[in-house]
């Protein structure tokens, strides 16, 4: 009786974990982009990169790429927004800012495409 009763409660305990995994990632990306509204970008970059380990989102994946950007470290920006455009639903000003940035790194062949 007391086995099952311990063995409920872990059971419990788990699924709360795994519950509150998503909304402890969307709590760091809500950090994120308040840091990135204040044009804190260099502390929004840590945050970002929290989020997207948590759940790759694409959310998580621009606001990492902008930071970048933003911050002109156009070689981290440029893997980002490969990641962004990658990814379905992703924006036609994604396509626009990864050309930008391909740029600044002086690969002009490739932001033309």
Same mark, same amino acid.
């Given at each position: *009786? ?8 872990? $059971?419990?305990?788990?699924? *709360? ?20 509204? $204040?044009?804190?970008?260099? $502390?929004?970059?840590? $945050? ?38 990658? *990814? ?14 391909? *740029? ?10």
């Amino acid at each position: *009786m007391q086995r099952n009763y311990i063995s409920c409660i872990l $059971l419990t305990g788990f699924v *709360m974990m795994a519950a509150a995994k998503p909304a402890q990632s969307q709590y760091v990306l809500k950090q994120a982009e308040d840091q990135a509204s $204040l044009y804190n970008y260099a $502390l929004a970059i840590p $945050l970002y990169s929290k989020a997207f380990k948590k759940k790759a989102s694409l959310q998580a994946a621009r606001g990492l790429a902008g930071s970048y950007r933003l911050t002109n470290n156009y070689v981290f920006a440029e893997s980002w927004y490969a990641k962004v455009v990658a *990814m379905p639903d992703h924006a036609p000003q994604d396509k626009f800012h990864y050309a930008e940035v391909l *740029m600044n790194n002086s690969k002009y062949a490739e932001a033309r495409r």
